[in-house]
């Protein structure tokens, strides 16, 4: 049972375009998301992150949009750059119940900028 | 900055083999936790330990135990390996109270 999915495994865009990566989830437990980036040959990098009592946390290029009513969160990264090509997974947490840094992550969507 | 460090990056074992992965930590972290990455599957939870000789299933423990003698170090055991681990292993920290999980660069296996 996939709690968090990324029904889109890749996404191509040129450079300077919009990115935009989706993320739904099931369980209305689930109280903050993150958003990690990660190279090949490397582990995943935390990127940006946002709690269930907002629904919108920016930082640089990178926003992520949350709609509790629709479970739906979405990455947006503008303008995307070549060094933005990488796998991005969605993450979801259920802090209120304690914090046990128990993270559930999406399938991961493969993201290539081209130049 | 935190760092995890996984000492083997990539392994090649024969099936029935028994495996340690090492994972250590140097920002005296709490939680520590191992994952495998998948195509298609995204990252699945194995094992977690919120403090030295504790440890909690987490959805995938099947196959693996894990050891947290030392507060810094977190192993996972493969008793017996098996084809269907070949995978990519990543060991993550986290700070009590914190929120975001700081991982390993992955150890990749290949069970033959």
């Known amino acids: 049972d996939q709690q968090v999915k990324q029904n889109s495994p890749s996404l191509s865009v040129q450079e300077g375009r919009i990115s935009i990566l989706n993320c739904d989830y099931t369980n209305s437990m689930f109280d903050y998301f993150l958003w990690y980036k990660k190279y090949p040959a490397e582990g995943p990098t935390f990127l940006i992150s946002i709690s269930s009592i907002k629904d919108k946390n920016e930082d640089g290029r990178f926003t992520v949009f949350l709609n509790k009513s629709a479970k739906h969160l979405s990455l947006h990264i503008v303008p995307s750059q070549p060094g933005d090509s990488a796998v991005y997974f969605c993450?979801?947490?259920?802090?209120?119940?304690?914090?046990?840094?128990?993270?559930?992550f999406g399938q991961g969507t493969t993201l290539q900028v081209k130049p | 900055d935190v760092k995890v460090t996984q000492s083997s990056r990539y392994l090649v074992k024969r099936t029935g083999e028994k495996v340690f992965l090492e994972c250590v930590q140097d920002?005296?972290?709490?939680?520590m936790f191992w994952y495998r990455q998948d195509p298609g599957l995204g990252l699945r939870l194995i094992y977690f330990?919120?403090?030295?000789?504790?440890?909690e299933k987490g959805d995938i423990p099947e196959g693996y135990s894990v050891s947290r003698e030392k507060k810094e170090r977190f192993s996972l055991i493969l008793e017996s390996a098996s084809t269907n681990q070949t995978s990519m292993y990543l060991c993550?920290?986290?700070?009590?109270?914190?929120?975001?999980?700081?991982f390993g660069a992955g150890s990749r296996l290949t069970v033959l």
């Open positions: 920002m005296d972290h709490e939680n």
């Open positions: 993550a920290s986290l700070e009590s109270g914190a929120n975001v999980l700081t």
């Open positions: 330990s919120y403090d030295v000789k504790m440890k």
């Open positions: 993450a979801a947490s259920a802090y209120g119940s304690g914090n046990t840094g128990k993270l559930i």
